[in-house]
Nanobody
Framework: QVQLVESGGGLVQSGGSLRLSCAFS????????MGWYRQAPGKQRELVAT???????NYADSAKGRFTISRDNAKNTLYLQMNSLKPEDTAVYYC??????????WGQGTQVTVSS
C-alpha cells in the first residue's frame, strides 16, 4: 500500500520561502506521476504542480516562476520549493501519486501559512 508523508510546512512571512517534502513508500516511486495540490479554507482542492516519471513538469499559473517541483527517485521523495510566497498561498498542501493503472494516492497534508 502506497503511503505519502508530507513535511516542511509552517508559518512564513510574505516574500519568504519554504521547501515541502513528500516521502513515498510501499511501491516503486519512479513509476508514479507525482503532484502537489493545495486546499485553502472554503475552497476546492487545486493543482499546484505535477512531475511525470520522465521529469516533465507542469505548473498552475499561480505557481509559475515561483515554485519548483522536483523528485529524487533514489530517495523516493518529492519536493516543492516555494519562493516569493504570498498570503494567498496559504493552504494545506497535499502530495499525490498517480500510477498509470489510475491508482491514486494522497498524503495527509501539511499546512502552509503566509503572513502579510
Amino acid at each position: 500500500q502506497v503511503q505519502l508523508v508530507e513535511s516542511g510546512g509552517g508559518l512564513v512571512q510574505s516574500g519568504g520561502s519554504l521547501r515541502l517534502s513528500c516521502a513515498f513508500s510501499g511501491s516503486i516511486f519512479s513509476l508514479y506521476v507525482m503532484g502537489w495540490y493545495r486546499q485553502a479554507p472554503g475552497k476546492q482542492r487545486e493543482l499546484v504542480a505535477t512531475i511525470t516519471t520522465g521529469g516533465t513538469t507542469n505548473y498552475a499559473d499561480s505557481a509559475k516562476g515561483r515554485f519548483t517541483i522536483s523528485r529524487d527517485n533514489a530517495k523516493n521523495t518529492l519536493y516543492l520549493q516555494m519562493n516569493s510566497l504570498k498570503p494567498e498561498d496559504t493552504a494545506v498542501y497535499y502530495c499525490n501519486a498517480l500510477h498509470r493503472s489510475y491508482n491514486n494516492y494522497w498524503g495527509q497534508g501539511t499546512q502552509v501559512t503566509v503572513s502579510s
